[in-house]
């Protein structure tokens, strides 16, 4: 029974017996001298693996060595429109460096995000990538320590790992040069939520082109959408219905509202790009491509992040510093009839 007991008995037991984290467990198992573990919490650590019958794996010691050929995926976006791009990127690349990617789902729910991380380890990982849907801040638990991490799309709260993410001021930026190089002058913003990285990016971008051009920032012209169809319909609707200053051209903070806002315009008799030009932002394929006239984006940039993601993370395993611990990518202007 004793033996039977001890191979149940997992490192995160250890450490609630211990009352320090998973991590100064594993250190203390990897003999890291670099950790700053003190000998006497090194002593219960040991004391408690004693007590407890724990004995580490074979996997854990070719963790510890960097042996194993995986990378971890950790993503909320699988089912995602995205999901396809930052997958694809993440595993084409991997493969060329003679690694396999093994992906779970992740959630919001923090206990589910660490039992994802801990898995991943159990698989002996070499590094993780973790994924978000939409440009935010984030907060990994503590396991994300153990091997070097690379966030997609997403950024530390803490600022302590490193992460890929897209330029959003620089997207902005493009979307707004792309009308006024078409000869609009009054561009109304239907922006995402208020204080997200992507809607103040974006915004920034917005009235950096404008100011560029000579023109003053109308603040007026520029409403949220809430990042949804039915909230970009509403801000067109608004912007359209103005009395003798509506805008003629309309930039919308991702391709959703674009839709909403293509609905405004055909109700009130209105041509695209004729009468009024539309562009989006996410090139979310199954949108964008099949609205009429299709839809002139910004691309988000989801297969390169990923494939970028895998890059920095090659360097951290190799023990290589990085250029910066945050990477920002382009985002591309995808040209269709909508401008």
Not at 70 to 84: D, H, M, Q, R, S
Not at 113 to 142: I, N, S
Request: net charge negative.
């Amino acid at each position: 029974m004793a033996t039977n007991k001890a191979r149940r008995v997992t490192m995160s037991d250890v450490a609630r017996h211990a009352g320090v984290s998973r991590t100064t467990v594993s250190f203390v198992l990897n003999e890291r001298a670099d950790a700053g573990i003190p000998e006497e919490t090194r002593l219960r650590i040991r004391a408690s693996i004693e007590e407890l019958g724990y004995r580490p794996n074979a996997g854990a010691r070719a963790l510890a060595a960097k042996r194993s050929e995986w990378y971890g995926l950790i993503t909320e976006i699988v089912t995602a429109p995205f999901a396809v791009d930052v997958i694809k990127g993440a595993q084409d690349r991997a493969w060329a460096d003679g690694k396999f990617l093994l992906i779970t789902a992740g959630d919001r729910d923090r206990a589910m995000e660490a039992a994802a991380f801990d898995k991943l380890l159990e698989q002996r990982a070499e590094g993780l990538l973790y994924a978000t849907t939409w440009h935010r801040a984030v907060t990994l638990p503590p396991a994300a320590r153990e091997v070097p991490v690379v966030l997609v799309n997403c950024f530390d709260a803490d600022g302590a790992l490193p992460s890929v993410v897209p330029d959003e001021v620089a997207g902005g930026h493009t979307a707004t040069r792309r009308l006024l190089d078409a000869g609009h002058r009054r561009i109304g913003f239907i922006n995402l939520d208020t204080g997200i990285p992507a809607a103040v990016g974006r915004r920034q971008g917005y009235e950096q082109a404008l100011r560029e051009a000579g023109l003053d920032i109308d603040d007026s012209l520029v409403v949220p959408g809430h990042a949804t169809a039915d909230g970009g319909y509403a801000a067109a609707c608004g912007l359209l219905d103005r009395e003798g200053d509506r805008p003629t051209a309309l930039f919308c903070g991702n391709d959703r509202m674009a839709m909403g806002a293509y609905d405004a315009i055909k109700e009130r008799g209105l041509r695209i790009p004729d009468d009024i030009a539309v562009i989006g932002f996410d090139n979310q394929e199954l949108i964008a491509a099949y609205l009429r006239p299709g839809l002139t984006t910004v691309a988000l940039p989801f297969e390169f992040m990923g494939a970028k993601g895998v890059d920095m993370l090659g360097a951290l395993t190799a023990g290589q510093p990085l250029d910066t611990t945050q990477m920002k990518v382009d985002c591309p202007l995808i040209e269709r009839s909508s401008v």
